[in-house]
């Protein structure tokens, strides 16, 4: 590759690198909320997963990804992915009080 190339890949890989960072911090601010979410749960008798919430969701985020471009499979995708992991925080919630991480674990 070229010089002018290889300058224009590093440009796009700083941009990739800085929208996985911006990615990162909103995952960690939606679990933020979920983990709330979950404690209210909890403290109320509710069940730690609510299947017409995440039906709702599911069509919701395919139109957003339809008008995004982005293949609305995909979104149903990751978001089957990161519910499942929010009932996973919410069953720790109500069995123990807490969410362990990998870290805390």
Do not use: Y
């Amino acid at each position: 590759m070229d010089d002018a190339a290889l300058a224009q890949l590093a440009a796009l890989r700083r941009s990739i690198d800085n929208i996985d960072a911006a990615l990162i911090h909103l995952l960690a601010e939606r679990f933020t909320r979920t983990q709330a979410v979950g404690r209210l749960k909890a403290a109320s008798g509710m069940p730690p997963s609510d299947p017409e919430r995440e039906r709702q969701q599911i069509a919701r985020l395919r139109a957003l990804a339809i008008d995004a471009q982005l293949d609305p499979a995909f979104a149903e995708k990751w978001f089957n992915f990161v519910v499942a992991e929010v009932i996973h925080h919410h069953e720790q919630i109500a069995t123990t009080g807490t969410v362990q991480t990998a870290d805390s674990a």
